[in-house]
């Protein structure tokens, strides 16, 4: 699975969009880039994933590159509960049966 | 509905002890995991299991026992615990292994 690279820290006025980076250079033509956070004290939570078009749900859009070498999680509206840490996840689907998870971007939402 | 529980949430045991944490699971999902995250907050697997059968145990001392007695439950059995295991585990479980994980609270191991 490819590495990942994130900026280990970031702010974002509430109700402000959060656009988190997250560098995957070495990223092979079948893998996925999986965005997962991990709010304090608590289990990680899946966001979204994607491939190489644009992905948007209910909690966010994923914006990758044409290169697909980068990718960038929206959170249109921040609010004070996505403080967090967000993880960017480069991983093939026939991969190994495990998510590697790197040291992630702590988000700061602040009001 | 929990749709990954884990139990307990907190442990406080003592050097030497052996202790066990629940993890259960009601999504019908195939695959399971134990994640372990330490004081850094590092998160690293463990151990992958895919219909009750062992996939990744990922060189983890052979202190550390899982068991999955049927798709559905994942337990993590621990001997002889160590100052060194005090951390959070977490259990997850993914319909397939290319899908995306579902994780549990995290039980807060504290080996004093």
């Known amino acids: 699975d490819a590495k990942t690279t994130q900026p280990p820290s970031m702010d974002c006025a509430e109700g402000r969009a959060a656009n988190l980076p997250c560098n995957h250079s070495?990223?092979?033509?079948?893998?996925?880039v999986y965005w997962y956070r991990q709010i304090h004290s608590q289990g990680p939570q899946y966001i979204i994933h994607g491939l190489k078009n644009n992905e948007t749900n209910e909690m966010a859009s994923l914006i990758i590159t044409e290169d697909r070498k980068s990718s960038t999680l929206i959170l249109p509206h921040a609010t004070l509960r996505d403080t967090a840490v967000y993880y960017c996840i480069v991983r093939a689907p026939s991969g190994t049966y495990k998510y590697i998870f790197g040291t992630g971007t702590r988000l700061k939402v602040l009001a | 509905d929990t749709a990954v529980s884990q139990t307990p949430k907190y442990l406080v045991t003592q050097m030497g002890n052996d202790k066990s944490i629940k993890c259960e699971q009601n999504?019908?999902?195939?695959?399971m995991y134990w994640y372990k995250q330490d004081s850094k907050k590092f998160l690293k697997i463990m151990f992958s299991?895919?219909?009750?059968?062992?996939?990744i145990n990922e060189t983890v001392p052979n202190r550390f026992s899982p068991k999955s007695p049927d798709k559905a439950h994942l337990n993590l059995h621990i001997n002889s615990l160590e100052l060194g295991d005090s951390a959070v585990y977490f259990c997850?479980?993914?319909?397939?292994?290319?899908?995306?994980?579902?994780f549990g609270q995290g039980t807060r191991l504290t080996v004093v």
């Open positions: 299991y895919n219909n009750k059968e062992l996939i």
């Open positions: 997850a479980s993914s319909l397939k292994r290319n899908t995306e994980a579902f």
């Open positions: 999504l019908g999902h195939d695959t």
């Open positions: 070495t990223i092979s033509g079948n893998e996925y």
